[in-house]
């Protein structure tokens, strides 16, 4: 029994890798198996696991911030964000770049979508970064690594996930949301400042890579009402992230009503900058059930098959096989993360968090290991999965908006340099975890 589990697990990726609906694969698959191997009578416990799915008050943060991303994506935020830091920094030797990186940075943390922040930053900058004598490997590369940075910067639905999955699988250990927003916090904003540290020393480096922005040389990049496009585009957004973060952190609300926050507060923002209109809300909110329908379709989908998987032994007899191979825990954490990546080429996150890491969970939590630092590790391994060619999904956004003179092989070259800051990074946060501590409460 406990072999037709791993049986089903396999299939389950061989299907959905040949192009099957990742929803419709995972409860069908299972519930054959299930009513084959278990009886159909099994399945009665099923309806009692979707209900405690309903009644999660954690998930319903799950549409409220794919509606704030979405709606400010709508708003033109990342153009006024762009233009105006290209104001304030283009006058300095490859500070359009920089800007691209900062911009990403607060679009990660505003959206929290990556596919939207990539496809937004290629559309909006790229030109940009390409009319003023960037190459085309350094402007990609920028682009597609920043653009990613909405898998780790809090509030991020990967997070979410991760967190509502860890605390469903392991046991005694309760992953909080709020703890782990606070614990990403770190991480994200030393991968910024990495990047940003990269194309500084580029700058110096080779200058002739990273040119100043052509409308900031003499003083034609002046303008008098760069306050108040100050405010609009960075002041006005971070106050939103510092509300919603904020109020996580200090205890103020839960991570839902945060959600519920920011939902309203992007929305606001949306009539700041002009662009709120009864299309605009309604194409949201088309947009918000969409995704969300998929999101939730895809975890019943996923609690069908744990269920199966769970009542044939599937856990039991891989916990026994951890066990009597003595691995020890860093190299149980090595293999689940070479497993993540590799598997991160082919399907999405919301994938891996409810086919893979519900099989881990309870593997890790009996090793003793901190389920915070466990899913702070796979939301980073994604980010660099999403990134790392030939498969990264990011690269394929990208791609799919870049002008014609843009090649594959300029994303794949740019991108490089990145990837390799991310694995090092990875490295240090395995070996150094007080690095989740940094803003803790």
Same mark, same amino acid.
């Given at each position: 029994?406990e072999?037709?589990?791993?049986v089903? #697990?396999?299939?389950?990726f061989?299907?959905?890798?040949?192009g099957?609906?990742?929803?419709?694969?995972?409860g069908g698959?299972?519930?054959?198996?299930?009513s084959?191997?278990?009886?159909?009578? #099994?399945?009665d416990?099923?309806p009692?696991?979707?209900k405690g799915?309903?009644?999660n008050?954690v998930?319903?943060?799950?549409?409220?911030?794919?509606?704030?991303?979405i709606?400010?994506?709508?708003?033109?935020?990342?153009?006024?964000?762009?233009?105006?830091?290209?104001r304030l920094f283009?006058?300095?030797?490859?500070?359009?770049?920089?800007?691209?990186v900062?911009?990403?940075?607060?679009?990660?943390?505003? %959206?929290?979508?990556?596919?939207a922040?990539?496809? %937004?930053?290629?559309?909006?900058?790229?030109?940009?970064?390409?009319?003023n004598?960037?190459s085309n490997?350094?402007?990609?590369?920028?682009i597609?690594?920043?653009?990613t940075?909405?898998?780790?910067i809090?509030?991020?639905?990967?997070?979410?996930l991760l967190a509502d999955?860890?605390?469903?699988y392991?046991g005694?250990?309760?992953?909080?949301?709020?703890?782990?927003?606070?614990?990403?916090?770190?991480?994200?904003?030393?991968?910024?400042?990495?990047y940003?540290?990269?194309?500084?020393g580029?700058?110096?480096?080779?200058?002739?890579?990273?040119?100043i922005h052509?409308?900031?040389?003499?003083k034609?990049?002046v303008?008098?009402?760069?306050g108040?496009?100050?405010?609009?585009a960075f002041?006005?957004?971070f106050?939103?992230i510092?509300a919603?973060?904020?109020?996580?952190?200090?205890?103020?609300a839960s991570?839902?009503?945060a959600?519920a926050i920011?939902?309203?507060?992007?929305?606001?923002?949306?009539?700041?900058q002009?662009?709120?209109?009864?299309?605009?809300?309604?194409?949201v909110m088309?947009?918000?059930?969409l995704?969300?329908?998929?999101v939730f379709?895809?975890?019943?989908g996923?609690?069908?098959?744990?269920?199966?998987?769970?009542?044939?032994g599937g856990?039991?007899?891989l916990?026994?096989?951890?066990?009597?191979?003595?691995?020890?825990?860093?190299?149980?954490?090595?293999?689940v993360?070479?497993?993540?990546?590799i598997?991160?080429?082919?399907?999405?996150?919301?994938?891996?968090?409810?086919?893979?890491?519900?099989v881990?969970?309870?593997?890790?939590?009996?090793?003793g290991i901190?389920?915070v630092?466990?899913?702070?590790?796979?939301?980073?391994?994604l980010q660099?999965?999403?990134?790392?060619?030939?498969?990264?999904?990011s690269?394929?956004?990208l791609?799919?908006?870049?002008?014609?003179g843009?090649?594959?092989?300029?994303?794949?070259?740019g991108?490089?340099p990145?990837?390799i800051?991310?694995?090092i990074?990875i490295?240090l946060?395995?070996?150094?975890?007080?690095?989740?501590?940094?803003?803790s409460y």
């Amino acid at each position: 029994m406990e072999w037709l589990a791993l049986v089903l #697990f396999g299939l389950i990726f061989i299907l959905i890798l040949s192009g099957y609906p990742v929803a419709l694969t995972l409860g069908g698959l299972s519930i054959l198996f299930g009513s084959i191997f278990l009886g159909p009578e #099994f399945f009665d416990l099923l309806p009692l696991r979707f209900k405690g799915i309903m009644e999660n008050v954690v998930l319903i943060a799950v549409p409220l911030f794919i509606y704030m991303g979405i709606m400010l994506e709508k708003s033109g935020l990342a153009e006024s964000m762009l233009s105006t830091m290209a104001r304030l920094f283009g006058r300095f030797r490859g500070g359009l770049a920089i800007s691209v990186v900062i911009v990403g940075a607060l679009l990660a943390a505003s %959206t929290g979508i990556v596919g939207a922040t990539v496809v %937004t930053m290629g559309l909006i900058s790229l030109p940009i970064m390409l009319k003023n004598g960037y190459s085309n490997s350094l402007a990609t590369g920028t682009i597609a690594a920043s653009g990613t940075l909405g898998q780790i910067i809090p509030p991020s639905i990967v997070l979410v996930l991760l967190a509502d999955t860890l605390s469903n699988y392991s046991g005694n250990q309760v992953v909080d949301v709020g703890a782990l927003f606070s614990a990403a916090l770190g991480p994200g904003i030393i991968l910024v400042l990495l990047y940003i540290l990269y194309i500084i020393g580029i700058a110096i480096i080779k200058p002739e890579a990273v040119p100043i922005h052509a409308n900031q040389q003499g003083k034609e990049g002046v303008n008098a009402n760069l306050g108040w496009q100050t405010l609009k585009a960075f002041v006005l957004p971070f106050l939103l992230i510092l509300a919603v973060l904020g109020s996580i952190f200090k205890g103020i609300a839960s991570p839902t009503e945060a959600a519920a926050i920011g939902a309203f507060g992007a929305t606001i923002l949306t009539l700041t900058q002009g662009k709120f209109s009864l299309r605009i809300l309604k194409e949201v909110m088309k947009e918000t059930t969409l995704l969300t329908s998929m999101v939730f379709l895809i975890l019943l989908g996923a609690t069908t098959f744990s269920l199966v998987f769970r009542g044939m032994g599937g856990d039991r007899f891989l916990t026994e096989v951890i066990v009597h191979s003595n691995l020890s825990p860093y190299l149980f954490l090595a293999l689940v993360m070479v497993v993540i990546f590799i598997a991160g080429f082919f399907i999405d996150f919301i994938e891996i968090i409810f086919i893979i890491v519900p099989v881990v969970a309870p593997i890790f939590a009996n090793m003793g290991i901190d389920l915070v630092w466990v899913g702070i590790l796979i939301a980073l391994n994604l980010q660099t999965s999403f990134l790392t060619p030939p498969f990264g999904f990011s690269l394929f956004y990208l791609k799919g908006v870049a002008p014609p003179g843009v090649t594959t092989r300029d994303i794949y070259k740019g991108i490089v340099p990145f990837v390799i800051i991310q694995v090092i990074f990875i490295g240090l946060v395995i070996v150094f975890p007080e690095i989740l501590k940094i803003f803790s409460y």
